[in-house]
């Protein structure tokens, strides 16, 4: 299932389009909130006009009505005072005050107690206007002592006209007024300045409250007007009035804007408050009513006054979104209808990706952008053809070499040894070997041959990878063949293979790192060479390593002279020879298996005692543990030979030291003879042996002693078992290796071929084995024949 | 009349004018119990009306001086305070001798508009009346501008059910049944207490009074808390006699009352 926003990704007409018409949302938004911000504050500021100017008319209704009492009590006290002397003057004077001011509802004028000590305690004359028929007493009785009564001691105490809190009045003894009213309240002195009494004109506050309450410049809005005491005086909800001070809903739930505005009115102070009455967001517009202490106010709610502007905003928002939303899928439809081409092009190009080249792009002979983008892919298609033609080709090429060089690969494999055990017929030597190959053809190589009792062994890691280095380590192998074919020391041989492999190798840059090897298998004489290679291990009762010397590698000075090192192999010895791909074989975290853990390994194999077979299996399961499913860099290549000459029971040993005179030759026929029957051989074989003997001391008699051949001497030394006849002949004379020399080409005449080449060509003929050492200044020949 | 109706009495409670103290009924012989404050009756007795407490609701002093300009009331020396002008406050004119602030008394009938209006300096003020009247009239109070008496050294029990002695020793059993249905409903209101805010404020409209049910519960909550005794905790409807003892010696030394008042003399034989 797609979800919004990648179907919204999906088309680039569809993103064009949400762009378009999101800066347009966000222009028309700015734009809109600011003429929003405009006209919010002008139809603020017609309410606060409109709201304000009502008040002030109202206040200023109120305010004269109020003045005309304060002037009716400020033009009766002169009376008052000038008629003291008759008291029931006054009860006139409060019939008159409200006969002449319809719009008081009572008026009284009271005296100190016992002002008047004839008319005892209480005097205070009260008229009061009962629905125009106006009623006259003497006010004061136990139940009304009046001199306590508010609207008396205020005046006498502040020693001022006052106006008093509205108030309910109760006399239960006499008359009395019903309706809520509010006093203005006038202290009288007399000439002296002492206080004798106040006059109080009573106001019903009945028609303050509809003069107040008329006051609605808003449908919904509504006046109210508050005492000194915060106590509403005014107010729709009665429930409120003179029950409730501005001040009693915040015991219950505190609110700080309502609590202000109680404070600011009771200070008498004028203004506009935003705040929330009643659950609604309102406006309060409060100002002070003249010298009373009340404050009015007129609360409009917020909806009244934005009433209009919301509406307007509404709609221009509905306008807005709806122009938006058409503007969307105006602009859907052409954007779309411009990118048909573009479409159409991404169609094709997509055929072409997926492989139909020959997809005809369409060109609609636009010169705009698209056009010249169609006109582009056009380009790009025919660039693309010639492209993958050359691919292919390329390819092709690519997989013949990579064909060819896995048979190359299969050609180096085939090259080293393969069958194991190599020498299954031998009991001294046992030895094992793989190579196990990179991905890639690579440079490492192994040999072993044995020729005439000696062991040849190599092991080379030829630098870099790929053919370069697969036809190197060919070559190296067979230069080594080539080289070990005649010769017997290893630095020679080694010297050999260096000055052919760098012939023609500067421009190249390869070197082949070699270890050679050429153990005496009777003897037990281990001679090698090292170029650069790394020091073959010996694993015996404990692990040691074959001391090297280092040189330098194959192939990189034409001239390195390399020498030979040897030492005797003890029996039960194993060599162990390797690449550098078994030390360097990495992990996935690029850590090298290195020689600690080939020495920790091998140090096991040396306790367990293992085959070379299984040490090389055991090195294997090792790296390949720690390699694990690491990609394998390098070739790994390992060669271990262990050697176990078998012992020879002696049960014949017989010499004879001859010198170098030919004459002396039938003592040896005899010596051979004599061996021959006690041996009981048979004559032919006898006959052999002699004549194979005879050949090689005729030979050193000849040649060994070239400038003294007097004085020369040659043994022979003969030992069986029983199963086997050696025959050792050693001379002191010049070193002489008949081993090296190539077997006599029989198809030469006697004057072509080379000196004692025949000979030893019949030696070797005529015995199963021969082998060759020079011991100590001697050359030593072993002549061997099995006897069964 | 619920609990007076189950203890079988007849009860007409009838309120006094603004100015016409309660006494004044007992005295016309116009009401046979009325509720008077410990310094009222001793007034009362010491001049020659003997008295007997049957029920004794107030266990703590409610009267405190709130004066205006929050200024400390025992800073204002010779100031105009206002006094209820139906007999409270006998407490407040030994305070004003004994410290020598000489105040100048200005009974007032019934509100606290003489304060509100600047008439008067201060103003003696009941913790659940005119208190609450003032912080609903817009006036911060605090511990600077309130001085409780109670905390002063003048704790002295306030309201209890009086009757004369001479209806006393006549109507005792009568006497005793409503004082005992009076305590009862105490004790019903101050478990229900909404539901006796209902039942007061069913009155208030039915009788127009100026005040409101917020202002109607401060005050029940004032009034149960002033019930309970400080060392007990609880609430015990008597007279303590150590309060009735240093009421009486203060009255005495500042010459409010011409001989001592035991508690002997107010209680029920």
């Known amino acids: ?788 | 009349m619920g609990f007076y109706r189950e203890a079988g009495i007849e009860v007409d409670i009838v309120h006094p004018s603004a100015t016409l103290s309660a006494m004044n009924r007992i005295r016309r012989n116009e009401s046979q119990a009325t509720t008077l404050q410990v310094c009222q009756a001793m007034e009362i007795i010491d001049s020659g009306i003997p008295l007997v407490n049957i029920l004794q609701t107030s266990m703590n002093n409610a009267m405190v001086i709130v004066s205006r300009r929050n200024a400390d009331p025992l800073t204002q020396k010779g100031a105009r305070v206002g006094i209820w002008s139906v007999g409270f406050g006998q407490l407040a004119i030994c305070m004003s001798q004994k410290d020598k602030l000489n105040y100048e008394w200005v009974r007032f009938a019934t509100n606290v508009n003489l304060f509100i209006k600047g008439a008067i300096d201060a103003t003696l003020a009941m913790s659940y009346n005119e208190y609450y009247q003032l912080l609903q009239a817009g006036y911060e109070l605090n511990d600077n501008n309130v001085y409780r008496f109670c905390d002063h050294g003048y704790n002295v029990q306030e309201d209890g059910v009086y009757v004369t002695r001479e209806y006393y020793s006549k109507h005792k059993a009568q006497a005793k049944a409503f004082a005992d249905a009076s305590r009862r409903g105490w004790e019903w209101a101050a478990e229900h207490p909404e539901e006796t805010l209902d039942i007061v404020m069913k009155y208030v409209q039915q009788n127009h009074i100026a005040t409101n049910r917020t202002m109607q519960k401060l005050m029940l909550q004032e009034i149960l808390r002033l019930q309970l005794d400080r060392e007990s905790g609880k609430r015990e409807f008597r007279l303590r006699e150590d309060m009735v003892k240093l009421a009486s010696d203060l009255m005495v030394e500042y010459n409010m009352l011409g001989n001592e008042v035991s508690y002997e003399q107010l209680i029920q034989d």
């Open chain 1, 1 to 788: 299932m797609t979800s919004p926003l990648q179907y919204i990704r999906q088309s680039l007409s569809r993103k064009l389009s949400l762009w378009i018409v999101f800066f347009a949302a966000i222009i028309f938004n700015v734009a809109l909130g600011f003429m929003f911000s405009q006209s919010l504050s002008a139809v603020r500021q017609e309410a606060e006009g409109r709201a304000t100017r009502e008040l002030d008319n109202t206040v200023l209704r109120v305010n004269s009505i109020l003045q005309r009492v304060e002037t009716v009590a400020d033009n009766t006290d002169w009376l008052v005072l000038g008629h003291l002397e008759t008291p029931d003057s006054m009860f006139t004077y409060t019939r008159r005050i409200l006969m002449n001011n319809p719009e008081l509802n009572g008026c009284s004028i009271a005296f100190e107690p016992w002002y008047f000590p004839g008319r005892g305690l209480y005097f205070s004359a009260y008229s009061y206007n009962d629905n125009g028929n106006i009623l006259t007493t003497q006010e004061g009785n136990d139940y009304y002592e009046y001199f306590y009564m508010d609207w008396y001691q205020t005046a006498k105490l502040l020693d001022r006209p006052v106006w008093t809190e509205p108030f309910f009045d109760f006399n239960p003894g006499d008359i009395y007024s019903k309706d809520m009213i509010a006093s203005y309240c006038k202290p009288l002195k007399d000439e002296y300045g002492v206080y004798i009494g106040t006059i109080a004109l009573d106001v019903s506050l009945g028609w303050l409250s509809e003069t107040i309450s008329a006051v609605k410049p808003y449908p919904n809005s509504y006046s109210m007007m508050i005492g000194e005491g915060g106590t509403y005086f005014v107010h729709p909800d009665t429930t409120k009035l003179l029950y409730q001070t501005i001040f009693t809903e915040t015991f219950e739930r505190p609110d700080n804007a309502i609590s202000e505005l109680g404070h600011a009115m009771l200070r008498g102070e004028e203004g506009i408050r935003q705040l929330r009455m009643d659950g609604k967001e309102c406006y309060v517009f409060y100002k002070p009513l003249g010298t009373t202490g009340w404050s009015v106010a007129i609360v409009c709610p917020e909806k009244d006054i934005f009433g209009g502007y919301i509406r307007l905003q509404r709609i221009v928002v509905f306008i807005v979104i709806i122009g938006l939303i058409l503007m969307l899928l105006v602009f859907s439809r052409i954007v779309s209808r411009e990118l048909k081409p573009l479409r159409t092009l991404a169609d094709q190009t997509g055929s072409i990706a997926q492989g139909n080249f020959e997809q005809t792009l369409s060109d609609d002979g636009r010169t705009d952008e698209l056009g010249r983008l169609s006109q582009s892919f056009v380009n790009m298609q025919h660039s693309l053809i010639s492209y993958i033609d050359e691919l292919k080709r390329t390819t092709a090429t690519k997989a013949s070499i990579e064909s060819e060089l896995k048979v190359a690969s299969s050609i180096q494999a085939g090259m080293l040894p393969r069958v194991f055990p190599p020498f299954p017929e031998r009991k001294d030597i046992d030895l094992y070997a793989s190579m196990i190959p990179a991905k890639e053809v690579g440079g490492d190589l192994f040999d072993f041959f044995i020729r005439d009792e000696k062991l040849f062994f190599c092991v080379g890691d030829v630098s870099g990878k790929g053919a370069p280095a697969a036809i190197l380590m060919a070559v190296t192998h067979s230069l080594f063949r080539s080289a070990s074919a005649h010769e017997s020391d290893p630095a020679v041989i080694m010297r050999d293979i260096n000055e052919t492999v760098c012939l023609d190798n500067s421009a190249n840059m390869l070197f082949v790192t070699m270890f050679l090897g050429i153990l005496d298998l009777p003897t037990g004489h281990l001679r090698y060479c090292n170029a650069g290679h790394d020091s073959p291990y010996i694993l015996n009762k404990n692990l040691s390593t074959l001391e090297c010397k280092p040189n330098l590698p194959l192939g990189i000075l034409s001239e390195m002279k390399y020498s030979t090192q040897e030492c005797v192999l003890e029996s039960g010895s194993t060599l162990f020879l390797y690449t550098d791909g078994l030390t360097e074989a990495m992990n996935a975290s690029y850590e090298q298996f290195s020689d600690k853990r080939v020495e920790r390994v091998l140090s096991d194999c040396c306790e367990k005692n293992l085959s070379p077979r299984q040490i090389l299996d055991t090195v294997w399961e090792e790296v390949h543990a720690f390699v694990q499913e690491a990609p394998q860099s390098d070739d790994l290549t390992m060669l271990s030979l262990r050697f176990t000459p078998s012992q020879f029971a002696t049960l014949l040993s017989e010499s004879i030291t001859l010198n170098c005179d030919i004459g002396r030759i039938p003592e040896l026929n005899s010596f051979i003879q004599d061996i021959g029957k006690r041996l009981n051989m048979d004559p032919a074989l006898i006959s052999q042996v002699q004549m194979a003997l005879e050949e090689a001391v005729v030979n050193v008699m000849n040649y060994a002693y070239p400038k003294e051949r007097n004085n020369g001497f040659v043994t022979v030394k003969a030992t069986s078992d029983g199963h086997e006849l050696r025959l050792v002949v050693i001379d002191s004379g010049i070193p002489f290796d008949p081993t090296l020399h190539e077997k006599a080409d029989t198809s030469l005449s006697v004057e072509d071929r080379p000196i004692g080449g025949l000979g030893i060509f019949l030696i070797r003929e005529l015995m199963d084995h021969i082998n060759y050492e020079r011991v100590d200044g001697r050359n030593i020949l072993m002549l061997m024949k099995n006897l069964s």
